[in-house]
């Protein structure tokens, strides 16, 4: 043992589970003080430089991910990241559940500018559990200790590396504990800040607008009351949002139609509005009503009014905290919803319209600063509603917090990777080095039954006939990703990279296009047997 910190090697012979949970805090702490010392070297290109990357899902995952080949999927989503290895010192060694699928990695070595790709992928340590079953992967990793020590054994130097998680548990806790490494994302115990329950608390704290609602509720009943509440205070009100404390992506979501009620105070309003929430209309078409109100009582939730207008926008910030504590905004993106009420995240525009960008830039910076002092570190995201009123003003309203990277975070580090270009808050807009604006328009769901049909290496026959590639001297073009779930779930994602939002927007409908056709057209070949 050095000082009052456990190496790695003492904490894997002693065992995690002799720790109690506040020894793994005040283990975990001291590790996470030598962020700062590690995010300096980052930039230094020492030899022994290195980045394990843990992209577990460790989340309500039944309702994103279902199945382990979705996991994988997930997993993989966060291969852009490979691009980092364009630092030529730099180590990287990227866990997953199940193999990456080889061709899978040569695409993404592929788009590295200005590096030979043998080179990268000698840098490159792709580590697998084995296990297909749809838990998350730290759970995987904390499962089988021998093979977190020969992760840590391809550490070159431990003073010198971090964790980059999804999402932060006590579960990303521990794997870095096992690891002795620093894990560059949000302490565990800040993670109420992240429920909808928390972020409300905050957004009021800081007086950021947000819809009118109550948090903190376990029932039924506790939701009716609130209800009644609400509707006294907005009788014109006609629908709520019934939110999960934990859900994600707009799963966890239900709308509760209120149009027709009796008026606020009637002897039958209550009865009513308990009617009303038990034909509440859920997101997530695979979850039975009494499932949701149980993981309600379990986790909490919160209702809320369901903002509408005829202009109406979702966007989103994207920000992070420096171990430096400073406080930077990244990005802000349009988001693209669908699903049963159009709350499930489907995929992304950036930046988001100026009109209100600025907007919600100065609310998500309010926030930030509020996480900072409380000791976030890394990416979050403030989700918005924004409706625009008779006088053309915009009116924005923040709804959620993610205390994690999001389906936002891939499309931008992959477009700020392969520029080196930045987001300028002050203009809205996003600029390379060379002074060229770029767009992008993203989705984690292309989705269709023929493309069950394609194999990987049939997609990339694609990209290379129709020219579906990035192009590096021009900076635009299109990078697939979640490439593992093509075969069995006829599901893709894609970002499509212009210098217009209206090219962005056409690379993105004819690469979707193309690949669908191309799928059809396999079938119309070679019809299957009666």
């Known amino acids: 043992m050095t000082g009052d910190l456990w190496t790695a090697p003492e904490v894997a012979s002693r065992g995690l589970s002799t720790l109690s949970e506040d020894e793994r805090y005040r283990q975990f702490d001291q590790l996470q003080a030598r962020m700062a010392a590690v995010w300096d070297a980052m930039r230094l290109n020492y030899d022994d430089e290195s980045v394990v990357v843990v992209p577990s899902i460790s989340l309500d995952r039944t309702e994103t991910t279902g199945t382990g080949t979705m996991m994988q999927a997930y997993e993989e989503r966060f291969l852009f990241l490979l691009v980092l290895l364009r630092q030529p010192r730099l180590r990287m060694i990227y866990l997953t559940s199940m193999p990456i699928t080889p061709e899978i990695v040569e695409y993404y070595l592929a788009l590295l500018p200005g590096v030979i790709p043998s080179h990268a992928r000698a840098r490159l340590s792709l ?8 838990i998350s992967l730290s759970e995987k990793l904390l499962a089988r200790p021998r093979l977190l020590r020969r992760i840590g054994a391809l550490i070159p130097n431990r003073a010198r590396s971090h964790l980059v998680p999804y999402n932060t548990t006590e579960l990303e806790r521990d794997v870095a504990l096992s690891l002795g490494i620093p894990m ?18 905050m957004f009021a704290e800081v007086g950021v607008p947000h819809p009118l609602g109550a948090e903190n509720l376990r029932s039924l009943d506790q939701i009716a009351d609130a209800v009644l509440v609400m509707r006294a205070e907005r009788p014109s009100m006609d629908s709520a949002i019934v939110k999960l404390n934990e859900g994600v992506s707009g799963a966890g979501n239900a709308v509760v139609r209120l149009n027709g009620l009796p008026a606020p105070g009637s002897p039958t309003e209550r009865a009513e509005v308990m ?62 919803l669908g699903g049963a009420s159009g709350q499930s995240y489907l995929g992304c525009v950036f930046p988001a ?14 926030i930030g600063h509020r996480l900072a002092t409380e000791g976030a570190l890394g990416r979050f995201a403030v989700d918005f509603v924004v409706v625009r009123g008779p006088a053309g003003d915009w009116t924005a309203y923040a709804i959620e917090l993610n205390l994690r990277k999001g389906g936002t975070t891939h499309p931008f580090l992959t477009l700020q990777f392969l520029t080196d270009g930045r987001y300028d ?26 493309l069950k049909g394609l194999v990987p290496a049939d997609l990339f026959d694609i990209v290379a006939r129709h020219g579906l590639h990035f192009d590096q001297s021009r900076q635009v073009g299109v990078v697939f990703h979640m490439i593992s779930c ?11 990279v212009g210098d217009t ?14 690949v669908v056709e191309e799928a059809r057209q396999a079938f119309d070949d070679h019809p299957l047997p009666v």
């Open 486 to 496: 093509l075969t069995e779930r006829g599901r893709l994602g894609l970002t499509a």
């Open 275 to 336: 009617t009303r929430l038990r034909a509440m209309e859920l997101e997530s078409p695979t979850t039975p009503f009494d499932t949701y109100v149980a993981k309600f009582a379990d986790g909490g939730g919160i209702v809320e009014e369901r903002i509408v207008g005829e202009q109406l926008q979702s966007p989103s910030v994207q920000l992070r905290v420096l171990p430096t504590g400073l406080v930077e905004l990244l990005s802000t993106h349009d988001q693209l």
């Open 184 to 201: 560059y994302g949000a302490d565990p115990r800040l993670a109420d800040l992240g429920s909808k329950s928390g972020c409300r608390r």
């Open 425 to 450: 808050p002050a203009t809205a807009l996003f600029v390379t080095p060379r002074g060229h604006e770029k767009h992008l328009v993203a989705t984690d769901h292309l989705e269709s039954e023929l």
């Open 127 to 134: 580590i697998s559990v084995n296990d297909a079953s749809p």
């Open 501 to 514: 939002p209206a090219e962005a927007d056409r690379r993105y409908r004819e690469a979707s296009r193309i």
């Open 353 to 366: 319209a100026p009109e209100y960008a600025r907007l919600i830039t100065k609310h998500a910076e309010l």
